[in-house]
């Protein structure tokens, strides 16, 4: 017998190291390898978005009962059917449904494991070959690892700075073409803090629908708002052009280990149904069928997916139904106190400025002003030296598209945000260019 084991080595998915290269969580493991060890000091988490470690963010009792309840009765210990199970599918339809001018049917709505599997849905569902679709940037770069692991290509519009990161819609217009399937807007904005105003969304809408393009409406915020434009949902705009909303539980109730997310069609006049138009010879085998719908393909990409878990889906129904404002606005009482320590406390800090305040989401941009600092030459480079010398975790901009800004959380626990503030500070007076 031959002995493999002489020479043991294995070929992977070249795709996978790319795609991971790009990603939040591989450059925030990279953080979190520096932090010094003898720093007695804790380490604050300035960059990512999950607050659920502060006792303050705590999820509301009603969501925690129902979770209890589903699993005692027993009942929900199965398989889940692919798209959800009903009650379920109806209660997120009849939620989102409040603050749209028509109403969701159970069949618009797909279940999915958190937010981040329904943008996977999406984009393997619209992954026809040579097909592309068009990115923020400053983004969320899970769209662009994910798009890189299907060979989907990307091509990216700018957000505006000096227009409280509205899409730039001229942009738009210029990069897609015949091919292009699909643009994403994230509303309210992840790493921007941005929420549109209804205007906006209208004159995206308009624009996606002079391209025949549907838009992706990453929803994974709604209703954490906190300054003077209200949440719009981009379903609204569903008769001009077809939406898909996704979204979850994960932000607004603080619970992304949860892990149940949607996918919904908003599209009232049913574009997503119709059967898309061939534009190559058909295909040979009955079984490579192109021509699906986009409903269809969701669907066909779920079958091969895992469900989110029976008993959370269980618990949804009493989650939306029960859940009161007050916890609501608790959550975006401590939010907004701490998006206002972050600006007032940025102010304070020369080598870093706000173009914007946040008015939602968890996250504002700030952009590096790299001549004032003596010895730091990047984003990265600012971000490695900062956690090794205080213990600060902050996210550098090049993650999220845009090479020497800093995407800073601010959703922690306001007195943890001003410790974190008094190391930055100290930090970045320790690397000032002397005069
Ligand atoms: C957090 C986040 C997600 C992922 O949400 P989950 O429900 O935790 O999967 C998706 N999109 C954006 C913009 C996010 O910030």
Not at 245 to 251: F, Q, R, V, W
Not at 289 to 298: A, F, L, M, R, T
Request: glycine letters at 6%; aromatic letters at 8%; one cysteine or more.
């Amino acid at each position: 017998m031959v002995n493999g084991s002489e020479r043991w080595g294995f070929r992977c998915n070249p795709e996978l190291k790319g795609a991971a290269a790009v990603n939040i969580r591989g450059i925030l493991m990279q953080l979190i390898g520096s932090v010094n060890k003898d720093d007695p000091r804790p380490v604050l988490p300035l960059g990512h978005g999950d607050p659920s470690a502060f006792p303050c963010f705590r999820t509301a009792k009603v969501a925690e009962d129902a979770i209890v309840e589903a699993v005692r009765s027993a009942q929900y210990n199965s398989y889940s059917s692919t798209i959800g199970i009903l009650q379920a599918r109806r209660a997120v339809a009849e939620y989102l449904s409040r603050d749209l001018p028509y109403t969701l049917v159970v069949d618009d709505v797909h279940l999915t494991l958190g937010c981040n599997q329904a943008i996977q849905t999406i984009l393997t569902a619209l992954a026809y070959p040579g097909a592309n679709v068009l990115l923020p940037r400053p983004g969320f770069p899970f769209y662009e690892s994910l798009a890189a692991s299907i060979n989907l290509e990307v091509r990216h519009f700018d957000l505006n700075p000096k227009k409280g990161w509205e899409v730039d819609l001229e942009n738009v217009e210029a990069i897609a073409d015949g091919n292009t399937a699909a643009m994403v807007i994230i509303n309210p904005g992840n790493p921007c803090g941005s929420v549109y105003t209804h205007q906006h969304l209208k004159k995206i809408a308009e624009t996606a629908r002079k391209l025949g393009i549907l838009v992706i409406a990453d929803e994974v915020y709604h209703h954490l708002t906190f300054g003077s434009n209200p949440f719009v949902p981009m379903g609204a705009f569903g008769s001009i052009v077809p939406v898909v909303t996704l979204g979850s539980i994960s932000k607004r109730w603080v619970v992304p280990g949860w892990r149940l997310g949607w996918l919904v069609t908003t599209d009232p006049n049913g574009i997503l149904r119709k059967l898309g138009v061939p534009s190559l010879p058909l295909p040979l085998s009955p079984l490579k069928c192109e021509w699906n719908c986009v409903v269809e393909s969701i669907i066909d990409c779920l079958n091969m997916s895992p469900d989110p878990p029976t008993f959370i889906q269980a618990a949804i129904p009493h989650i939306l139904q029960e859940t009161g404002m007050d916890f609501f606005s608790k959550i975006i009482d401590i939010i907004r106190e701490a998006a206002d320590i972050c600006c007032n406390r940025i102010k304070e800090v020369p080598c870093i400025t706000c173009p914007n305040k946040p008015e939602g989401s968890m996250f504002v941009m700030a952009k590096l002003d790299l001549s004032l600092l003596e010895d730091i030459y990047d984003d990265m480079d600012f971000c490695l030296k900062l956690v090794k010398e205080e213990s600060v975790i902050v996210l550098p901009g090049m993650a999220v598209g845009l090479k020497n800004w800093l995407r800073i959380t601010f959703a922690i626990d306001p007195s943890a945000l001003e410790d974190g503030f008094d190391r930055i500070k100290a930090f970045c007076q320790r690397h000032a260019k002397k005069q």
